[in-house]
Nanobody, 123 residues
Framework: QVQLVESGGGLVQAGNSLRLSCAASGRTLSTYRMGWFRQAPGKERELVAVIRSSGGSTYYVDSVKGRFTISRDNAKNTVYLQMNSLKPEDTGVYYC????????????????WGQGTQVTVSS
């Protein structure tokens, strides 16, 4: 089992930045693909960013390309999502998730989930 705990969410003005963290326990994350999802009120959850176990390959949804960066520190068992130039449409609950690293990078089926952290961007 992998336990994931997100942190770093909050209320920010548009144009500002936030850095989300996802700390894992139970197992080392080094063999897992890690993803960040978000869910806005009244909308379906969407995949935002992915990083493969080696850290050598990443994926971003088009709406965040050039603004968000996913990274991982396997020694700290932690994954990050640096979010710059935030927009009101980035508002939502952000979830960290883990899965075994195989298959297309944009797969949305994940095995382990955190409880989520709220990000609110005001205009």
């Amino acid at each position: 089992q992998v336990q994931l705990v997100e942190s770093g969410g909050g209320l920010v003005q548009a144009g500002n930045s936030l850095r989300l963290s996802c700390a894992a326990s139970g197992r080392t994350l080094s063999t897992y693909r890690m993803g960040w999802f978000r869910q806005a009120p009244g909308k379906e959850r969407e995949l935002v960013a992915v990083i493969r176990s080696s850290g050598g390959s990443t994926y971003y949804v088009d709406s965040v390309k050039g603004r968000f960066t996913i990274s991982r520190d396997n020694a700290k068992n932690t994954v990050y999502l640096q979010m710059n130039s935030l927009k009101p449409e980035d508002t939502g609950v952000y979830y960290c998730a883990a899965r075994i690293d195989y298959g297309p990078i944009d797969l949305i089926i994940y095995d382990y989930w955190g409880q989520g952290t709220q990000v609110t961007v005001s205009s």
